[in-house]
């Protein structure tokens, strides 16, 4: 079936700099899409979210875009944090009660 | 307010013995879900309960994994005769309503282990 598709990767980032995570997506009839972030021992928790009808929107020191055409999902975070370290999941909706979520990018700060 | 709470947050178990997880939801919350995170992956949709509907259990892995939904709150997750593939994560999530799908809220989890 269709799937929200992450490898599981690790991006490292210097404290201070700007942090780029990606998301691949298969489901062209996804309307909807979130970014959680999951710190160790934690459940997921929300961080910002997109309707299909948006190619961008901002939040507080996270941007997330949105490309339709090559079904392309990021999410930005700028003057990265060493709080910011954690797994990254992705999820999509396509107008239904349930959200696929992608396997997900663990993020290192490092000072 | 109280989030989602789940118990108990370890569970060591033996090979072939039955585990009950539990999950409380935000109050409210008509919706709920149940997950497993194996180490190192995504979260794997298990089965999801809304309001008095039946529960799509279209996630379950096997017989072995039941779930029920009291009064349309508390939850309990049954697993018989474990295996040790069964050692993961079980996540919770609830949604309040008008936002299934959308917004999901969720607990710390449940870290099982089957030695």
């Known amino acids: 079936g269709e799937s929200v598709g992450l490898h599981l990767p690790t991006l490292s980032v210097q404290e201070g700099d700007n942090s780029i995570i990606n998301c691949a997506y298969s489901?062209?009839?996804?309307?909807?899409f979130i970014w959680y972030k999951q710190e160790s021992g934690k459940g997921p928790q929300f961080i910002i979210d997109?309707?299909?009808?948006?190619d961008k929107r901002q939040g507080q020191r996270v941007t997330v875009l949105l490309n339709k055409t090559v079904k392309h999902l990021s999410l930005q975070i700028a003057a990265t944090q060493p709080g910011d370290s954690a797994v990254y999941f992705c999820?999509?909706?396509?107008?239904?009660?349930?959200?696929?979520f992608g396997t997900g990018t663990r993020l290192q700060v490092f000072p | 307010g109280a989030g989602v709470s789940q118990s108990p947050s370890n569970k060591v178990t033996e090979k072939g013995k039955d585990v009950e997880l539990r999950c409380d939801p935000i109050?409210?919350?008509?919706?709920l879900y149940w997950y497993r995170q194996s180490l190192g992956q995504g979260l794997e949709f298990l089965i999801y309960?809304?309001?008095?509907?039946?529960?799509?259990k279209s996630g379950l892995p096997s017989d072995r994994f039941s779930a029920e939904r009291t009064g349309g709150s508390v939850s309990t997750l049954t697993i018989q005769r474990t295996q040790q593939e069964d050692s993961a994560v079980y996540l919770c999530?609830?949604?309040?309503?008008?936002?299934?799908?959308?917004?999901?809220?969720f607990g710390p989890g449940t870290r099982l282990t089957v030695t």
């Open positions: 999820a999509e909706n396509e107008n239904t009660d349930k959200l696929i």
């Open positions: 997109i309707r299909s009808n948006m």
């Open positions: 109050s409210g919350h008509t919706a």
């Open positions: 309960f809304q309001g008095n509907s039946a529960p799509d």
């Open positions: 489901n062209s009839a996804s309307d909807y």
């Open positions: 999530a609830s949604s309040p309503a008008g936002r299934v799908g959308r917004e999901q809220y």
